[in-house]
């Protein structure tokens, strides 16, 4: 009997006539003369495997958003304290660019007035027709200071030519009166000589003479010093009156200029009440969807700056936040290539090896913050990538989304080894921000790249 014959074990019952060869072969052995083959063939293929290359990279969560911050969903709040009257729009609704949205009414008591606005209107029409009057007034106490000037100058100048003919005057009855005195001198002396060759009756006559010629110079010296007090006085009168004019002047321009002041606080008072008007209506900034209303209902209270309805713009540039850790932020640099799950979408993710991966996007890092958010991670703006599948029209801001950043190419033992020793990923450090003063650095320290190079 063969071997084969005596591994085979007989069934305890069989058919008669019948080939039973399947039943035969449930009862044969298994032989195990395959097993070390499999095992060679799984060593082979790990082993293989372990020579593979694998693409490492930065993981990350985020939020589907918007590439520029005028395009992300915004809140539109309300300028003034107010009262909701009418909504125009529903949740959800289309709305263009100046398209009213909610309809608020004033609560401040100051402008409840529905003419507040005519009203401070005609206000300033009446302090601006009482500044022209003013400024009128101003022109003629203009006009009076020169005419006021002119006369004074006329004035004066009579005055003067009048003592000019009193100091005339008085030289020459100065100069009669010193011939009287002489003359009286002359006869008193001939009337006192022993030959009397003048009678007394011509000495009386002679002095006379003499005291009439005195008695008119000191007339006309009286006149002269009349004439000098009037000069000084037409001069002192007329700066008077002139400086007054020119004071009433003074003060109707400081009326003007105080005037002007309240023109333009009532000006500015009615530009702002115009303003305020547009806002007791909230309108669209630009074309976009209603997302949602903060406050509902009619007759409810708001303040300013307080957020009353959410709009999404229309056509958005679609990006992705993703947060990144820390210390996995020198790995990055805007042009990184970056692939993309979002929820909802079915995806089959090989992060060592992309190109296998099923239902991910590709996108590109445009962005990387300065500075941390408050939970210390790093914000990394992606955007999509031109030359990979668009992403899909369907998504919509908020949608949560796992990013993958892709960094360099190593084997995947060095990969197993580097995770298991906790070591970062590996980085290219002429690819790295700042490269040429990272790579002198490296050479002149003597030490390796991070996690060190396998490609």
Known sequence: MSKREKRVKRPVFELEGLPLNASRLLYESQSY?????????VFAAIIIAVFLPWQQNVQGDGVVSALSPSERPQSLPSRIDGRIERWFVAEGQFVARGTPIVQISEIKDEYLDPEIVERTSEQLGSKRASNEDKRRKASALDDQITALS????????????????????????????????????????????????VSLNDLQTTRMR???????LVQRRNELLNAQIDLRSVEAEYREKIEKARSDRSGTLAEVADGEAEVSKLRNK??????????????APQDG???????????EMVKAGEPIVTVQPATPRQAVELFVRAMDVPLLKPGRKVRLEFNGWPALQFSGWPSVAVGTFGGEVVVIDQVAGLDGRFRVLVSPDPSDEPWPVQLRAGTAVHGWAMLDTVRVWFEIWRQLNGFPPAIDVSQAPGGAEARGMDKASGSTKSGGSAK
């Open 210 to 216: 003499a005291q009439a010629a005195s008695a008119a």
């Open 270 to 283: 009615v530009a702002s009440l115009e303003l305020r008007r547009s806002y007791y209506r909230i309108e």
């Open 289 to 299: 969807y209603v997302v949602k209303a903060l406050r509902q209902g009619i007759g």
């Open 150 to 197: 002119q006369v004074a100058e006329l004035k004066l100048e009579q005055t003067r030519n009048r003592v000019q003919q009193l100091q005339a005057a008085v030289a020459q009855f100065t100069l009669e009166d010193s011939i009287a005195a002489d003359q009286l001198v002359r006869r008193d002396s001939l009337y006192r000589s022993p030959l009397g060759l």
């Open 33 to 41: 003369a395959a097993i070390p083959r499999w095992i060679l063939g």
